[in-house]
């Protein structure tokens, strides 16, 4: 009976654990056996993509600090550095409508990440050309192509009619959310792997 009360305490314990969300990152990498802190530098952007750079970044250091196992410091106080560049990016149309205009893009993000000692700079921890993808669509606004004549609009000679870059901006966001994915997934991915030694 007693042994029972025991095991039904531990399960109401973790049962209570789980609904207020607490997750503990498992740690079975010989190699961080001592290493309590991790600083994670703004990641390199060899691409044309604005602020990729950024999302990346933001990403991996929401993972660590989730998994609340190492505490983010600056790269001055840390025992090891992750170090990332957003090294390629490739995207093409998936999808097509009858004008044969792109309805859906894949973007592909390729990102080397390198974890090192920090005071020996000694590699633990690396992989070069992980890769990504994610699909997004893509906005499409008859009404911001170019104006009729202006005969035909009532407007004067060298006039427009204004450009709708609703599409445009739609598709942006689109493709930024896509970016987003890309890199939360790819930091969970580098965390694991870092953290099962593997």
Request: zero cysteines.
């Given at each position: 009976?007693?042994?029972f009360s025991i095991f039904f305490f531990i399960g109401i314990?973790?049962?209570a654990c789980a609904c207020c969300g607490y997750h503990r990152a498992r740690l079975d990498n010989p190699l961080l056996?001592?290493?309590?802190t991790i600083a994670i530098p703004y990641f390199k952007n060899k691409t044309f993509e604005p602020e990729a750079e950024k999302i990346f970044t933001n990403a991996f250091i929401n993972e660590f600090i989730e998994s609340r196992k190492l505490q983010i410091v600056g790269p001055t106080e840390a025992d090891v550095i992750l170090y990332g560049t957003v090294r390629n990016m490739k995207e093409e149309a998936v999808a097509h409508n009858k004008d044969d205009k792109s309805l859906e893009?894949?973007?592909q993000m390729v990102v080397d990440v390198q974890l090192e000692e920090r005071t020996?700079?000694?590699v633990l921890w690396k992989r070069k050309g992980l890769r990504h993808g994610e699909d997004y669509p893509i906005f499409t606004d008859t009404s911001s192509q170019t104006a009729e004549p202006a005969k035909r609009k009532g407007l004067r000679h060298g006039e427009s009619t204004p450009i709708d870059t609703s599409g445009i901006q739609s598709s942006e966001a689109s493709k930024r959310m896509a970016l987003q994915k890309i890199a939360v997934d790819l930091a969970e991915r580098v965390h694991d792997s870092i953290m099962m030694g593997f």
């Open positions: 009976m007693k042994k314990v973790s049962l056996a001592n290493v309590k893009n894949i973007i020996t700079g000694k």
